[in-house]
């Protein structure tokens, strides 16, 4: 959808969840220069993190409604770090809650609608001016995690709204760049119709959570890359394919290399003609297979060159050859049975919430590692991208969950009473759970640690997380779809590949294994830890 101006009615309408904003695509890195890729520093990358200027307000009658204008007074802000979470910086209070809503005995209210008088804006503001690489070129503005629901001005144009608060909402910004001082402000809202489907169970917090920045791309540019690492059907030679879309001004020449750990050239592809849609395949014999034992990945670079033969991007990807499959109703990784010793995994620390850092996620490696857990369930949304590349290097199997959770629409007081549940079959929610379904995919589709794609936590079910699952199968066939909603609603049962259940006793998971099953069983929730309060 495509707006120059900014609707104030967007927050309360299912159907709107992004204006102005970029398809999704990979998340792989690109490069200028081949000094650049070796030091693994984005020339074309300039960090919009640190203190931004900030005032918050109650609710939207109360913001400065117009403090993104290029000559808006400042004196009254103060300042807030990006990225964090208002909340946690002094800014309105900290609130968990689990299956009910957050306004339940506060406002009556039911789906798209929220309570206007309760609904906090933090209105965000940063001034830059340009770095030099990126001058002169195609500009993006990435924001890799907002909680709920936003709106971004450049010198006082519009540029976008978004919702879906954990994958990336990007933007192009070429025409609103000036010389010289650059103001962006952005406006956050913690209640929107998103709200009614991120109803996870979690502290509820607000605003610019992960990193901002600003990136350039050339005249020619690999926008996204989906890399097929299969194995042949007796488990020994890498598949390898690669799909590539290609942007901007497309013309020169494309060439590839794959290489082992070691460096040692296993494939490779001589320059071919650039253009929209290019792919590269080759049969790798004898390749070493990913797996948690041994996370081995193999090194792709694209060279993309213009038309005298100078190098004008490069690509590096990492490369993981396994098969996930399903073998006589047994998940099979590689041709063996493969068992999860799981946990669900929030992102959090006790300080920064859900802003977390690498020290943290490595924490989080080194505890499961030693403990024996080879297995993640990304509760209850896409983690940060840095993430799925330390579960790949070290070796844990991820179920990759899409943001979805209706908790409070369907499962009240403990009962189930699904009589207002979102989405549901609802035709005006289908768009924008789908785009969620593709924002993580598209974003993480090159992990090899990714062996399940999950369409959400705890929405019951209907028709609109069934189309979740029919586009994750339809558009990467080689993993499998998990959902535990089916368990309330048979009626939609082929959303899910698996036989998935929370909290399931000892004689129920044997009762169900001693029915000739046609699904295998994940208890995808065992024992639920606060604090300190894990026992059992």
Same mark, same amino acid.
């Given at each position: 959808m495509?707006?120059?101006?900014a609707k *104030?009615e967007? *927050?309360?309408?299912?159907?709107v969840?992004a204006?102005? %904003? ?5 998340d ?16 074309q990358r300039?960090? *919009?993190?640190g ?22 007074n400042?004196?009254s802000f ?10 946690l ?11 009910m ?8 209210i039911?789906p798209p ?6 609904n906090?804006?933090?209105s965000y503001l940063?001034?830059?001016?340009? &770095?030099?690489? *990126?001058?002169?070129k195609r500009l ?6 907002v909680?709920?629901?936003f709106y ?9 709204y978004?919702?879906d608060s954990?994958?990336?909402s990007?933007?192009e910004i070429?025409?609103a760049v000036?010389?010289g001082?650059?103001?962006?402000a #952005? ?7 998103a709200?009614?489907i ?11 959570? %992960? ?23 007796d488990?020994r030679?890498?598949?390898? %394919?690669a ?15 794959l290489?082992?750990k ?13 253009k ?6 080759? %049969? ?5 297979l990913?797996s ?5 990945q193999?090194e792709l670079? #694209? ?9 004008? &991007?490069?690509v ?6 396994r ?5 006589d ?5 590689n041709?063996k ?11 959090f620390? #006790? ?7 690498k ?8 505890f ?5 857990i080879?297995?993640v ?5 896409p983690?940060?991208?840095l993430?799925?590349?330390?579960c790949?290097e070290?070796g844990?199997?991820?179920?990759d &969950? ?6 409070g629409?369907?499962?009240k007081?403990?009962a ?11 035709p005006e ?6 785009d ?7 974003r ?7 062996l399940?794609?999950?369409?959400g936590?705890?929405?019951?079910a ?6 979740m699952?029919?586009?994750?199968k339809?558009?990467?066939p080689?993993?499998? #779809?998990?959902?535990?909603?089916v ?7 082929r ?9 399931a006793?000892?004689?129920?998971v044997?009762?169900?294994l001693?029915t ?7 208890l ?11 026992a059992?």
């Amino acid at each position: 959808m495509d707006q120059k101006t900014a609707k *104030l009615e967007w *927050l309360e309408d299912p159907r709107v969840f992004a204006v102005n %904003r970029l398809a999704a695509h990979s998340d792989h890195c690109y490069y200028e220069t081949e000094a650049e890729a070796l030091r693994g520093i984005m020339g074309q990358r300039q960090s *919009l993190n640190g203190t931004w200027k900030f005032s918050y307000a109650e609710n939207p009658t109360e913001r400065n409604e117009h403090f993104y204008e290029s000559d808006f007074n400042l004196d009254s802000f103060g300042t807030i770090e990006v990225p964090g979470h208002m909340e946690l910086q002094g800014y309105g209070g900290c609130q968990y809650i689990n299956t009910m809503y957050p306004w339940d005995g506060l406002s009556d209210i039911r789906p798209p609608h929220i309570d206007w008088q309760n609904n906090p804006v933090g209105s965000y503001l940063r001034e830059f001016e340009l &770095e030099e690489p *990126l001058k002169g070129k195609r500009l993006f503005l990435s924001f890799q995690g907002v909680e709920t629901a936003f709106y971004v001005w450049l010198n006082g144009t519009f540029i976008g709204y978004s919702e879906d608060s954990f994958t990336p909402s990007e933007f192009e910004i070429t025409d609103a760049v000036r010389p010289g001082s650059n103001r962006l402000a #952005v406006e956050v809202y913690k209640r929107s119709s998103a709200s009614w489907i991120e109803d996870q169970d979690f502290f509820r917090f607000s605003g610019i959570f %992960r990193d901002v920045y600003l990136y350039a791309v050339p005249e020619c540019h690999v926008e996204d890359l989906f890399i097929h690492g299969d194995v042949s059907d007796d488990y020994r030679d890498g598949l390898f %394919r690669a799909e590539l879309a290609l942007t901007g001004e497309i013309k020169g020449s494309i060439s590839a290399i794959l290489k082992d750990k070691a460096g040692e050239m296993v494939a490779s592809w001589e320059p071919i003609p650039a253009k929209k849609e290019v792919e590269f395949s080759a %049969r790798i014999s004898n390749a070493r297979l990913w797996s948690g034992e041994d996370p081995y990945q193999y090194e792709l670079t #694209v060279i993309l060159y213009d038309e005298q033969g100078n190098m004008k &991007e490069i690509v590096p990807q990492k490369v993981g050859f396994r098969r996930f499959e399903m073998k006589d109703r047994l998940m099979c990784l590689n041709g063996k049975r493969i068992v999860f010793r799981g946990v669900n995994r929030h992102e959090f620390n #006790v300080q920064r919430g859900r802003s977390i850092t690498k020290e943290d996620m490595m924490w989080d490696i080194r505890f499961m590692k030693r403990h024996n857990i080879n297995a993640v369930r990304t509760c209850h949304y896409p983690d940060q991208s840095l993430w799925y590349e330390l579960c790949d290097e070290y070796g844990i199997y991820l179920i990759d &969950e899409a943001n979805l959770e209706s908790h409070g629409s369907w499962q009240k007081m403990g009962a189930c009473e699904p009589s207002w549940n979102v989405p549901g079959s609802l035709p005006e929610w289908k768009d924008c759970v789908v785009d969620r379904a593709r924002s993580v995919l598209e974003r993480d589709k090159n992990h090899p640690s990714v062996l399940i794609w999950s369409c959400g936590n705890e929405s019951y079910a209907g028709e609109d997380i069934l189309a979740m699952s029919e586009f994750f199968k339809e558009r990467d066939p080689s993993r499998l #779809v998990h959902y535990e909603g089916v368990f309330w609603n048979r009626e939609f049962d082929r959303t899910s590949d698996m036989e998935s259940r929370m909290y399931a006793k000892p004689f129920e998971v044997e009762e169900y294994l001693n029915t000739d099953p046609k699904k295998p069983f994940i208890l995808c929730e065992y024992m639920h830890a606060m604090g300190n309060s894990l026992a059992g």
